[in-house]
């Protein structure tokens, strides 16, 4: 159901959910990516005449306005984006709504206030979603599912509204959903996961389901100090998530016995705090094996960004979530820039996947066309990859 099954839209008001969530610093937007990504599905609505109403989340408000969530910047970046003038809406069903949608001519585009000022757009109570759902699908005369970083989200805006109104999948949720699949049915071989972030506990799906998949896991990240401690190594003050060790040690006897290769790094940057503005980093290189207990890993070591690559040369399918170290300071950056560099080199698919992951490639210079293909989704495209169902895409196939 992409966006010709809407037929003419012209002077119809098409209600998009994009996934406008991007990182800011105050008011600057430090990584306008998803909005990029949002604007061809726009643009192409544009087009065709149609009036643009777009409704998306910035962070996690408690379901009330605050003004340090608020979309206005990142309706001001769209217009730039764009090449026209974005109207803003001050509410996201209210008054301001009504009057923003309503003042729309063919072809122009309103950003809502962030939907989850709203209690109704992330409540678990099927009736108060509802409620919420109608009185977006009010200011529509259709839908078009845009923002893949939520479809894994069962909220007003991405799923009850479908049920409301026409509606069709936008061309980033295609792409997305496009690649993901690559991923899953008959993966070109080698296939090689790379795994970082802070959590093994967000991660336990995927590795679950990779085991059976991947030829090679590598592992880095905060989360890489719960499987080293499973190995008997001391962590210091690394992030440590004591209740996953033995999740961890099972995952490494299984992936043993499959003949999948989990590769840990050999060496660890590691500093005795984390590090904070204002404070020079003391970045001193240890074996993985021998963390001093006054410090903390904050990267993976040059050693082991070498092994990284290596392991990495020759892949035919790449997927990687979750940047390897806190490449947000350029003293703990190296590990996060060596395994985006091999990516750079495969030769087959390499998909980016995440937020952070992604925000990473383009804070540390590297060109977006360098990677098959750049998720703009974190958890959803953990989730598919976990073989769960997307409620946001359920909705639109029923
Ligand atoms: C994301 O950042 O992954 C998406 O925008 C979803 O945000 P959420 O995790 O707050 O639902």
Redesign the pocket.
């Known amino acids: 159901s992409d966006l010709s099954s809407l037929g003419d839209v012209r002077g119809k008001r098409v209600l998009v959910r994009s ?1 406008l ?1 991007v990182p800011l610093d105050g008011t600057t937007i430090t990584d306008d990516g ?1 909005i990029r990504a949002s604007v061809p599905t726009i643009r192409s609505l544009v087009d065709a005449g149609a009036r643009v109403a777009v409704v998306a ?1 910035l ?2 408000p408690k379901g009330a306005p605050d003004p340090a969530y608020s979309l206005r910047p990142v309706a001001a970046r769209l217009s730039e984006l764009l090449g026209a003038p974005v109207a803003f809406a001050t509410d996201t069903v209210g008054e301001s709504a009504r009057q923003t949608v309503d003042a729309l001519g063919d072809g122009e585009v309103a950003v809502l206030e962030n939907v ?1 000022f709203n209690a109704g757009e ?1 409540s678990k109570d099927e009736a108060e979603r509802g409620a919420f759902a109608d009185q977006l699908a009010e200011l529509a005369d259709a839908f078009v599912s845009d ?1 893949f ?2 479809v ?2 069962k ?1 007003a805006s991405v799923y009850d509204v479908a049920q409301r109104l026409p509606h069709a999948m936008g061309g980033l949720v295609a792409k997305e959903i496009d690649v993901l699949r690559r991923l899953t049915v008959d993966p070109a071989r080698p296939y090689v996961v790379v795994l970082g972030g802070s959590k093994v506990s967000d991660k336990l799906g995927v590795i679950d389901n990779l085991l059976g998949k991947a030829d090679k896991l590598l592992i880095g990240g905060g989360m890489v100090f719960t499987f080293l401690k499973a190995q008997g190594h001391e962590v210091g003050k690394s992030l440590l998530e004591e209740d996953q060790l033995d999740v961890c040690r099972s995952y490494l006897t299984r992936a043993q016995e499959s003949g999948v290769e989990i590769v840990l790094p050999t060496d660890i940057v590691v500093d005795t705090t984390f590090p904070s503005a204002g404070t020079e980093p003391h970045p001193t290189v240890v074996p993985s094996s021998e963390i001093p207990a006054d410090s903390l890993g904050l990267d993976i070591g040059p050693e082991s960004g070498a092994a990284f690559a290596a392991a990495l040369e020759g892949a035919k399918t790449v997927f990687w979530n979750g940047p390897m170290g806190v490449f947000e300071v350029d003293a703990f950056a190296d590990g996060t820039r060596a395994v985006a560099q091999a990516l750079t080199a495969i030769d087959g698919l390499s998909v980016v996947g ?2 952070d992951s992604a925000a990473a490639v383009r804070k540390l210079g590297f060109d977006e066309a360098a990677f098959g293909h750049i998720s703009t ?4 495209s953990l989730e598919y990859l976990e073989g769960k169902e997307l409620p946001g895409i359920t909705v639109l196939e029923d």
């Open positions: 996934d969530n998803r989340h962070g996690r989850r992330t923002g970083g939520v894994h989200r909220q995440g937020g989704g974190g958890g959803a």
